[in-house]
């Protein structure tokens, strides 16, 4: 018997200042630390935008306003032999305060402000390459 599909749903943040990205070093499904845009899950009665402006609070230690939304990623993968269907709708943000210190530091490895082109080197995930599409005018080279 093959077992239920879970669907989820996150939402993340895009933060630009100064034609630099902001990339966090997490840990993925596999253990290994990669280099993405801060999301997460929605908690129960929170909208995709409340969830991506208290994810990026929590894993950046900053505070943004989102300024447009960028798009919704689908995409599947298995968790404990679980499939999982997941979409997280993603928005351009900007700081509005905060120190740049993480609140979750057991989940944030690390975080470095990129460029287009060192982002691209970096970056793992489909979805996070079609974020700097998106983005090529308001990121530098």
Same mark, same amino acid.
């Given at each position: 018997? &093959?077992?239920?599909? =879970? %669907?989820?749903?996150?939402? @993340?943040g895009?933060?630009?200042?100064?034609?630099?990205?902001? !990339?966090?070093?997490?840990?993925? $499904?596999?253990?290994? *630390?990669?280099?993405?845009?801060? /999301? @997460? *899950? $929605?908690?129960?009665g929170?909208t995709?935008?409340?969830?991506?402006?208290?994810?990026? $609070?929590?894993?950046?230690g900053?505070?943004?306003?989102?300024? =447009? =939304? !960028?798009? %919704?990623a *689908?995409?599947?993968?298995?968790? +404990?032999s679980?499939p999982?269907?997941? +979409?997280? &709708?993603?928005? !351009?943000?900007? /700081?509005?305060?905060?120190?740049?210190?993480p609140?979750?530091? +057991?989940?944030?490895?690390?975080? /470095?402000?990129?460029? #287009?082109?060192? #982002?691209?080197?970096?970056?793992?995930?489909?979805?996070? *390459?079609?974020? $700097?599409? !998106?983005?090529?005018?308001?990121?530098? %080279?």
């Amino acid at each position: 018997m &093959q077992p239920e599909t =879970k %669907k989820e749903f996150s939402g @993340g943040g895009v933060i630009i200042e100064g034609g630099k990205a902001l !990339l966090i070093m997490m840990r993925n $499904l596999k253990g290994e *630390h990669v280099w993405t845009f801060p /999301k @997460g *899950h $929605l908690e129960p009665g929170e909208t995709p935008e409340q969830a991506a402006v208290r994810e990026v $609070l929590e894993e950046t230690g900053y505070e943004c306003r989102i300024k =447009k =939304k !960028l798009f %919704k990623a *689908h995409y599947s993968f298995t968790r +404990d032999s679980f499939p999982v269907e997941k +979409d997280v &709708q993603w928005y !351009l943000m900007e /700081k509005t305060g905060g120190n740049g210190v993480p609140r979750t530091p +057991d989940e944030i490895f690390a975080m /470095k402000w990129c460029e #287009a082109e060192e #982002a691209a080197k970096i970056l793992v995930y489909p979805s996070d *390459h079609k974020i $700097l599409e !998106l983005l090529k005018g308001e990121l530098g %080279k």
